[in-house]
């Protein structure tokens, strides 16, 4: 198991920028698929974007060409840079760590290592 801490996360107008990052403990994080997941008040956690460990991205359609998720491995931290926010971004982001690959990252959340989310809120 990894432990992974978020921040980056706060208040931001419609329109503008936030980067979200995730610390990974351990010494082997290279190995790992991570990804962002949200979720909204009221409503179920979301995916949001995978990296695998040869750096290849995936990203739900709704945040497709704003967002940009990135990984570096000597620092043991995955970014996720918010560009273009809209007030429906709004929401808790939670990192996540697959041992498996980022198909199971995505497709079963339930066997994956968590953060602790970080706050995102995007006002019109």
């Known amino acids: 198991q990894v432990q992974l801490v978020e921040s980056g996360g706060g208040l931001v107008q419609a329109g503008g920028s936030l980067r979200l990052n995730c610390t990974v403990s351990?010494?082997?994080?290279?190995?790992?698929?991570m990804g962002w997941f949200r979720q909204a008040p009221g409503k179920e956690r979301e995916f949001v974007a995978t990296?695998?460990?040869?750096?290849?991205?995936d990203y739900a359609d709704s945040v497709k060409g704003r967002f940009t998720i990135s990984r570096d491995n000597a620092k043991n931290t995955v970014y996720l840079q918010m560009d273009s926010l809209k007030p429906e971004d709004t929401a808790v982001y939670y990192c996540a760590a697959s041992s498996i690959n980022s198909f199971y990252l995505r497709r079963a959340p339930s066997t994956n290592s968590w953060g602790q989310g970080t706050q995102v809120t995007v006002s019109s």
């Open positions: 351990g010494r082997t994080f290279s190995t790992y698929a």
């Open positions: 990296i695998d460990i040869t750096s290849g991205a």
